[in-house]
């Protein structure tokens, strides 16, 4: 079974200021793992993906993560965040399929990140 | 840039009455979902869907809830007799290799 740990239920930052969300993962295979964005009363927007490619994907809105397999880790980082940052985040990772048909996610619980001016 | 659609964005209704959610997936996918999400809770899985049969179901998911991708185009969740802890934004998805996620429904049943 998958199952995922956000470190930090709440994360604030000073506009500027570097962005650093944690995310650790368990799996029994290896993982395809994601970072989804969701803004107040809105959807779940995918921020990046990691698919066994490059370990340092880089997604939308100059976030980017990377991947350790050493750490069981895959860390959101964004250089310097904008006040449009302020949004809850979630980590996810793959459950392993079965015949190739099962690609369900599991959540972590999410880090709300507010960005002061 | 194709997207994930959901009707309706709200739907408020009493306990014993069933609902149908509606979702539009991208058109060139081949596995779909539902997830939920109760307010202040993490997301969780409900059910995945391929090959117009179900493939994996959570234990949220009982007998009051089934799928249905009716046409080619939608795919629905129905819940038979809600009930008020079925309260909570329900999401769609549908994938290739990521999932891409609609914008939610949110249910309320009082």
């Known amino acids: 079974a998958q199952s995922v740990t956000q470190l930090g239920s709440h994360v604030s930052v000073s506009e500027g200021a570097l962005v650093l969300l944690r995310c650790n993962y368990s799996s029994s295979v290896p993982p395809y793992l994601f970072w989804y964005v969701q803004y107040p009363n809105q959807g779940l927007q995918l921020l990046l993906k990691y698919t066994s490619a490059a370990t340092l994907v880089k997604g939308i809105n100059g976030f980017e993560a990377e991947f350790k397999k050493s750490e069981t880790s895959f860390h959101l980082t964004k250089p310097s965040a904008h006040m449009s940052d302020a949004a809850e985040y979630f980590c996810a990772v793959r459950a392993e399929g079965s015949g190739g048909s099962n690609y369900k996610l599991t959540f972590g619980k999410g880090t709300l990140l507010t960005v002061n001016p | 840039e194709p997207e994930v659609t959901q009707t309706p964005s709200h739907q408020v209704t009493q306990m014993g009455q069933e609902v149908i959610l509606r979702c539009v997936p991208i058109s060139n996918h081949l596995y779909f979902y539902w997830y939920r999400q109760i307010l202040g809770q993490k997301v969780e899985f409900l059910v995945s869907f391929y090959n117009n049969e179900i493939s994996e179901k959570s234990e949220i998911f009982d007998d009051q809830f089934s799928v249905e991708r009716p046409d080619g185009s939608n795919f629905t969740l129905k819940i038979r007799s809600t009930k008020l802890e079925d309260s909570a934004m329900y999401f769609c998805?549908?994938?290739?290799?990521?999932?891409?996620f609609g914008p939610g429904t949110r249910l309320t049943v009082l």
């Open positions: 998805a549908s994938s290739e290799r990521a999932q891409y």
